[in-house]
């Protein structure tokens, strides 16, 4: 785990909550985390990721994203619980498939592979 990341994990899965910094996933073969029971269903948590406003052109930056980098060559998604990111954006990148019961972020940007949502 990265600098500001804890993990709490129990029989029906885990929540990783992200307190500072940028948090990346990135993986070849199948990923699989599920959400903690008393969490909602939440998985991911990233309290970090935010927005900015560039000084120069007025346009609003994303800061320390969270990015979930999923290559792979068979049918298997990777699966993620809840995804929350309140503040900040999420990427989903990569040619394989990512699952997720679902995803509340301030943005969302998708590309390559396909981001499905729902259990």
């Not at 609003?60 to 900040?88: C, H, K, Q, R, W």
Request: hydrophobic letters at 35%; glycine letters at 14%.
């Amino acid at each position: 785990m990265g600098q500001g990341a804890t993990t709490s994990t129990s029989a029906s899965g885990a929540l990783l909550y992200i307190e500072s910094g940028a948090a990346n996933f990135t993986s070849d073969s199948s990923t699989s985390i599920l959400g903690k029971s008393g969490t909602d269903g939440v998985a991911v948590w990233d309290a970090a990721a935010t927005f900015t406003t560039d000084p120069r052109s007025g346009d609003s930056m994303a800061v320390n994203p969270l990015t979930i980098e999923y290559n792979s060559e068979s049918d298997a998604p990777a699966v993620f619980g809840g995804i929350y990111v309140p503040s900040g954006e999420t990427d989903v990148v990569g040619s394989g498939n990512v699952t997720a019961n679902f995803l509340a972020t301030g943005s969302a940007s998708l590309s390559n592979g396909q981001l499905g949502l729902g259990s």
